[in-house]
Every structure is written in C-alpha cells, then in structure tokens.
C-alpha cells in the first residue's frame, strides 16, 4: 500500500481537489504560484496620497481600481525589503520615512488569500516615474472616497485617518463585493460603518 487512498471520482474529496486544481489554473494554463505576504503602501504629500489608477496590466485583480502602490514579497524579502523594492519599480522613488499601520487578510473566492502589510510614507526621494501597472496620481485624501475603490479600503482609510494604533484587519469578498469584515479578530458585518458605528468602533480600538 502507498499510504495514499485513490477518492471517487464524484466524492467530497475528489470535489474538493477538482476546485483546488481550478484555482490554481486558469484557460488550463497554471497559474502563478505566488507568495501570500504582500505589502500596500500609501506615500503622503501635502495632504495628499499617491494612488495607483489600474488601468494598464491584463487579468489584474484590481482592474479600474485605485490603490496604493506595492506587490508580492520575494524569496527571502521582509515585508520592509519588499515595500522598498516595490516603490522603486512602480515610482522611482526612495522612501526614507514609512510606518507599518497594519495586517489586511483579504479573503476572495476566485484569487485566494493575501496578507497585505499596509504602510504610510511621509518621506521620499527622487523623482515620480510613470508606472506600466496604471498611472500615478497624488489626490486630496477628502477625494479618496470618490475613487473606485475596493469597498473594504474604506475602512482602513478611515483607521489611517483616525491614526488608530496598529490593527489586524480581515476583509472577505465574493468578487468584488465585500461580504463580511473583522477587526482585531471582532466580526463587524459587511457594510462600511456608518458615523454612530464608527464612534463605537474608535473608542474600542483606542481603549477608551
């Protein structure tokens, strides 16, 4: 004997090893294996963050979103190592003053999970380069909410605005809508809180 039972070809284990083998192909060509640690990082100037305009890379996750700038960290990379690296190749720029505000496990049903490191950079050298991932932009941050967003970025937005100490952020999604949230290990719903809620919320995380 092998060790190894063969399952049914229509039994729950053969299902579920037939949907794993879907996710990680894709037109029955395999997919890009990548690491799960990611790092998302918004630069700052006068008031201001630096977003990603997706608009530009094929089969993107975040098609017509804006984010902030960032990607997969590298054999080897820490999450620091892998924010640099990512702002040199997407803007040319040098961060010199950056924070770690923050864990974002992002959740989806067709690309799997990500633990985003989410950064804010205050400080920077050199000058802004166009990107081949979509087109920079500084934009007010009171404009932010206008943009395309992914509906869960709302609400680090709003933790970054708040300066709220560092927190651990679980969003879940079904496509491109957001079905539930945690924060700090607390289920929150699904809906971006309204001023009340939020409130609660703030008085919670800071321990008042």
């Given at each position: 004997m092998t060790g190894r039972i063969k399952a049914r070809e229509n039994s729950p284990a053969a299902r579920r090893l037939q949907d794993t083998q879907r996710r990680l192909?894709?037109?029955?060509?395999?997919?890009?294996?990548?690491?799960?640690?990611?790092?998302?990082?918004?630069?700052?100037?006068?008031?201001?963050?630096?977003m990603l305009h997706r608009v530009k890379k094929k089969n993107d996750l975040n098609e017509h979103k804006w984010i902030g700038i960032g990607g997969h960290a590298e054999e080897g990379e820490s999450p620091e190592d892998c924010l640099l690296r990512e702002a040199k190749e997407e803007t040319s720029l040098t961060l010199t003053s950056f924070r770690f505000r923050g864990l974002v496990t992002f959740v989806s049903n067709q690309w799997g999970t990500?633990?985003?490191?989410?950064?804010?950079?205050?400080?920077?050298?050199?000058?802004?380069?166009?990107?081949?991932?979509?087109?920079?932009?500084?934009?007010?941050?009171?404009?932010?909410?206008?943009?395309?967003?992914?509906?869960?970025?709302?609400?680090?937005?709003?933790?970054?605005?708040?300066?709220?100490?560092?927190?651990?952020?679980?969003?879940c999604y079904e496509g491109d809508r957001l079905v539930r949230w945690q924060l700090n290990g607390r289920h929150m719903g699904a809906e971006v809180p309204d001023e009340e809620k939020w409130n609660r919320i703030l008085d919670s995380v800071r321990g008042i």
């Open positions: 192909t894709d037109g029955g060509k395999e997919a890009d294996m990548k690491n799960p640690v990611t790092t998302l990082c918004y630069i700052e100037k006068e008031d201001a963050y630096l990500e633990y985003m490191c989410l950064y804010t950079a205050d400080g920077f050298e050199g000058e802004l380069s166009d990107c081949d991932e979509g087109c920079l932009e500084w934009v007010p941050k009171k404009d932010i909410p206008k943009l395309n967003l992914w509906k869960g970025d709302l609400i680090f937005f709003r933790l970054l605005q708040e300066n709220v100490p560092f927190f651990s952020l679980k969003l």
